[in-house]
């Protein structure tokens, strides 16, 4: 009998965003969805290395590198002439609260587009009450964080949210310490075929799933170096989609390139690297989304 997969309960509460928040643009004659998730991998670095994540690979490069104001700020000023009201996640491939930069980001996203949604995915280690309280002052919307050590490292989270008077509506903490058995409390996958050498090894697959994929029809994925990314399960960068410090966001999301392999994804034809091996379903949400591109 084949193991359920462990599947994150975000999902139902991101599903709604990702369907309710489309915006229909007119971009040479066509009216299509702009992306409802603008997710920024906005540094280069963890301070954690988990056994689920291609970071605990021997030749994973960890770079102490983080986003510019002036591109964050290019990307803020191309939102707000879209009058933007998507979701803005600070998450992606890094831990956000090694950026001492943070707080001026989210307070940037709000200055210029006050009707986004602001997110952070955090493992919770740099948090203390004054950090948690000075993010929500800024305009942070929702904080998701992940506790890894414990029930007791997931209870002093949830206290220390308490405290700072935050609603139910404006963070989650998630378990993720359980164990391998129960998937860690993760919605695992191999990371695009990132996981062969990490330390919690999962293999590529040997054929690609013949299942659709619409992560790329709704998700914006832009790293701090500027590169947008076709997913943010590709962590091997094996597509880029093009770079916003050259191009305008609506130049990337709606090129050639971006629609051919929206449409092949959608069409569930992933015979092409790096989706060929990966094992993400992709289709938990974003079909309402999908649809317009085909």
Not at 66 to 80: A, R, V
Request: hydrophobic share 30%.
């Amino acid at each position: 009998m084949k193991k359920k997969k462990f599947l994150d309960t975000n999902i139902d509460y991101k599903s709604k965003t990702v369907e309710d928040k489309i915006q229909i643009f007119e971009y040479k004659n066509l009216r299509l969805p702009l992306p409802t998730e603008i997710e920024i991998s906005e540094s280069g670095t963890c301070n954690r290395s988990c056994s689920f994540c291609p970071r605990s690979a021997a030749d994973f490069d960890d770079k102490k590198e983080f986003i510019t104001n002036d591109l964050h700020e290019k990307l803020c000023e191309e939102l707000k002439k879209l009058n933007y009201s998507g979701t803005i996640r600070y998450s992606g491939f890094v831990e956000p609260l090694l950026d001492k930069n943070i707080y001026n980001l989210i307070n940037m996203v709000k200055k210029f587009i006050p009707d986004s949604n602001v997110e952070m995915v955090t493992n919770g280690d740099p948090l203390n009450l004054k950090r948690l309280k000075k993010l929500f002052e800024n305009g942070l919307n929702k904080i998701l964080i992940s506790a890894y050590d414990g029930k007791e490292d997931a209870d002093k989270l949830e206290d220390l949210c308490k405290k700072a008077n935050l609603s139910n509506e404006q963070y989650i903490v998630r378990h993720r310490y359980y164990s391998e058995d129960q998937d860690f409390g993760i919605t695992l996958s191999n990371r695009s075929g990132l996981m062969e050498n990490a330390e919690f090894k999962i293999d590529s697959l040997k054929e690609p799933l013949k299942s659709p994929c619409y992560i790329p029809s709704y998700t914006f994925f832009l790293d701090y170096q500027g590169d947008v990314l076709m997913c943010p399960h590709d962590w091997g960068k094996k597509v880029i989609l093009g770079n916003l410090n050259k191009e305008d966001l609506v130049d990337i999301w709606f090129s050639k390139k971006s629609m051919k392999i929206r449409k092949m994804l959608n069409n569930a034809n992933r015979n092409f690297a790096p989706c060929n091996v990966c094992d993400v379903e992709g289709t938990f949400m974003g079909e309402k989304n999908s649809g317009y591109f085909n």
